[in-house]
Structures are given as structure tokens and as C-alpha cells.
């Protein structure tokens, strides 16, 4: 069976899709140089890490890892030859090459998108989309900006969303969809997801599932870690604060790199975030925002929300504080609002957090 790849309406080969793209600096460019090293049986691959946390970092992979990884992908979601996946995410970083990996391994097709804050799915009605793959951010778009594209996603074996935590309003948005929405766990190191969390009925979850083969333990200061053949079965540390709930399930409770210290109370800002979403998300119509630390002479760090927004009005300000606070123990109180013009993001969307000096 010859695969395809459709992209700005135009299907290609394998084969023409190099031709016609290798040179080019762009997506396509970037795809068709991962689709002709992968069929020249090029054994080693480099990725970057996203950068969201400190400064990306290269890592390399055999292909006997990524070929394990894009099968673990499938054999979950039952994905055959000649099924059809959608990719919308940067080829250069990890989400969007694993796609590319998984159409080779599966020998399945590929409908390519730019990536974008609102992805096309071509509206052929021949093109029937088996798995695709977003960022939270992309799917909330996607649902409320083009609701037709619903309809091009109803008989998908799976809708996967990840880089970023789905916060509580995507997480109600995307339960009431005609498909099956997983949130994905996971990062560069482990070739993308090893564990998955199911967001809509029936068999919603709150914690996620790991795929088979892969072990988890926490160290010294309760950070996930990880082994499976991806990792070469050797313990991968991540500064992820975890809680496992059994050989095969765990929740994830924020980030070691984020936590706050106030007078001595070590604060997970990630927590916060879901309990304020609700209310912000009216109060400010949906802007984006981050909670964080920031020095303070009385208690080490005292606790900001960070608005990507023009500064709120006195009144405004106040209600968004008062509001907010309301919902939180004491310890965890905002003592301050800063507003940005824009808050930085990686190539992938993911909020790069900064502590204020």
C-alpha cells in the first residue's frame, strides 16, 4: 500500500513529497528531511528539548527507540496500515516528529498541517482522520472557533492533546466531543507520551494510565521517575512532583522548578492555577496567565499572577484579587498582579514561567 502525505491541498508520495520539499526551510522541509533519513535507514536521530525550563538541550535516539515508542503509540490506539494522521505541531520538536515516526512505522498516511493556533483540517470528504495530535490550546481553538471541524474528527480511534497541561475549562470543553480526548504525559526524553489520562466518558479519568513496559518510582523529593526501553531501561529523573497511585497510575502535582517559598511554605503555583481558572477565565475573557514567585524582604517569595494583558483598572484589579483569594487557603493568596504585553512561549506553545526578580 503507498503511502501519502496531503499537504495545501496537494497529495504526495513519500517520495515526491522529498523531491519537491527537502531544500525548503520550512515544515515541509523539516519533514521531508526526517522522512528521507528515515528511509535511508539512518540509525540515530537528535532532538532538541522545548526550552520551557532552562535553555534546550540536544539528545540523540536510536532508531530501535523510536521505532518502540511509535509502536507503543499504536498498538494502543489500534492504529492499522493505510489509517491517516494529522499533524499540525513543529516537526523540529518532539510531538511533530513522533508523528512523522509513527506514519513510517505504521506505514499509515499523513495529513500535514502549518502549524498555528487554529490548524485546517482539510474538509475532503474522503480524508478520514484515525489519530491527531494538538496542543491543549490548538483543540480549544479548534472546537470553539471551527465547530464544523467536529465532524472531521468523530470517527478518530483518538484525539491526543499535550505539551501543556489541560487546564479545567478544556478539560469540560473536551469531554462533551463525539471522540475520545486523551491528555498525554510525557517529554523529550521519553520520545513523547508514556502515559495517558482519559478526558471524556465513558471511563474518565483523573490520573493518568501508563502505557505498557514502562515502570515509575519517585525520588528523594518526590519526583516521577522513569524506565522503559526509551530510556535504555535506565531511571530517568524528571522535576515533575508526582504521586503514584499504583504500579500503572499516578497524578501529577506541579513542577519542582516552579514551587514557590513563602515564609517557609513550599507552594505549588500549578495547584493555584486550577483552582482560580474558573473565575479568571470569566473575569478577564480567557486571557493568559501564569502564577509565580517573586522576591520579597518578609517572606522570601510572595505569590503573583501574571496576566498577559493591558493593566486591569483599579476596580477590576481589585475584584480579580478579592475573587481569586477567595478560592485559596491562606498561605496561598495572591499578593500582587503583573501584566505583560505578551508572555513568552516556546516554538510549541508552552509558557516559559519566569520568577520576578
Not at 54 to 80: D, H, M, V, W
Not at 106 to 123: Q, Y
Request: proline share 3%; with cysteine.
Amino acid at each position: 500500500m503507498n503511502q501519502w502525505i496531503l499537504y495545501k491541498g496537494t497529495c504526495y508520495s513519500l517520495d515526491e513529497f522529498i523531491r519537491c520539499f527537502e531544500a525548503e526551510n520550512s515544515m515541509a522541509g523539516a519533514s521531508a528531511d526526517v522522512l528521507r533519513s528515515w528511509l535511508e535507514n539512518q540509525d540515530i536521530f537528535t532532538l532538541s528539548t522545548s526550552g520551557s525550563t532552562g535553555q534546550p538541550s540536544l539528545i540523540t535516539f536510536s532508531r530501535k527507540q523510536l521505532e518502540y515508542s511509535a509502536l507503543q503509540t499504536i498498538n494502543f490506539f489500534g492504529l492499522t496500515a493505510g489509517d491517516t494522521l494529522f499533524l499540525c505541531l513543529p516537526v523540529k520538536k518532539v510531538a511533530g516528529f513522533m508523528m512523522l515516526i509513527r506514519a513510517l512505522t505504521g506505514k499509515m498516511n499523513i495529513v500535514m498541517s502549518e502549524p498555528s493556533a487554529l490548524p485546517e483540517i482539510p474538509a475532503r470528504e474522503e480524508i478520514h482522520i484515525d489519530l491527531a495530535a494538538f496542543i491543549p490550546f490548538q483543540l480549544q481553538n479548534l472546537i470553539q472557533s471551527k465547530p464544523e471541524m467536529i465532524e472531521k474528527l468523530k470517527g478518530c480511534k483518538g484525539v491526543i492533546a499535550g505539551g501543556n497541561a489541560v487546564n479545567s475549562f478544556q478539560e469540560k470543553l473536551f469531554e462533551n466531543m463525539p471522540f475520545t480526548v486523551y491528555e498525554t504525559y510525557g517529554m523529550t526524553e521519553t520520545l513523547t507520551h508514556i502515559a495517558l489520562r482519559k478526558l471524556n466518558h465513558p471511563g474518565k479519568q483523573a490520573f493518568f494510565t501508563l502505557l505498557p513496559e514502562v515502570e515509575i518510582s519517585l525520588n528523594e523529593e518526590n519526583c516521577l521517575m522513569i524506565r522503559s526501553t526509551v530510556t535504555n531501561n535506565k531511571w530517568l529523573e524528571t522535576n515533575d512532583i508526582a504521586e503514584i497511585l499504583s504500579k500503572k497510575s499516578f497524578i501529577i502535582k506541579g513542577r519542582k522548578d516552579f514551587v514557590i517559598n513563602s515564609g517557609g511554605i513550599k507552594i505549588n503555583p500549578e495547584f493555584i492555577e486550577q483552582k482560580i481558572f474558573g473565575v479568571l477565565h470569566v473575569l478577564t475573557g480567557g486571557k493568559t496567565f501564569y502564577v509565580t514567585g517573586k522576591r520579597d524582604e518578609k517572606y522570601g517569595e510572595k505569590i503573583c499572577l501574571v496576566m498577559e494583558s493591558d493593566e486591569p483598572e483599579g476596580e477590576l484589579k481589585e475584584k480579580i484579587i478579592n475573587t481569586c483569594n477567595d478560592l485559596l487557603e491562606k498561605h496561598e493568596k495572591i499578593k500582587e498582579i503583573i501584566c505583560q504585553n505578551e508572555i513568552s512561549r516556546t516554538e510549541t506553545g508552552k509558557i516559559i514561567r519566569k520568577k520576578i526578580l
